[in-house]
């Protein structure tokens, strides 16, 4: 199973950005993903996840951030507003699942965000 992650990119504190995740290959189910975070000289932390209809959130970006799944389940989002200096880090996605035969814990390549004036 195959992440591609996309939406990183510079922008200035209080603006927003979109990341998106989709995963494909042999997906029978996808119980769980997420949004992961590594700043350097820190390690990684999860931002977000999101499992059925419940999702999870650092206490650092609630009320910013904002995990989603599209309607087919292999696509994850994370809305992210209100961006600070400090949520600068590369984000990266994360998906566990089965494929019908065997589990999977996949991770898609980091996205940069920077934000900064």
């Known amino acids: 199973v195959q992440l591609q992650a996309s939406g990183g990119g510079l922008v200035q504190p209080g603006g927003s950005l979109r990341l998106s995740c989709a995963a494909s290959?042999?997906?029978?189910?996808?119980?769980?993903m997420g949004w992961y975070r590594q700043a350097p000289g820190k390690q990684r932390e999860l931002v977000a996840g999101i499992s059925g209809g419940s999702t999870n959130y650092a206490d650092s970006v609630k009320g910013r951030f904002t995990i989603s799944r599209d309607n087919a389940g292999n696509t994850v989002y994370l809305q992210m507003n209100s961006l600070k200096p400090e949520d600068t880090a590369v984000y990266s996605c994360?998906?566990?699942?089965?494929?019908?035969?065997?589990?999977?814990?996949?991770w898609g390549q980091g996205t940069q965000v920077t934000v900064s004036s």
């Open positions: 994360n998906a566990a699942g089965s494929t019908g035969w065997r589990g999977f814990n996949s």
């Open positions: 290959g042999s997906i029978f189910s996808i119980n769980v």
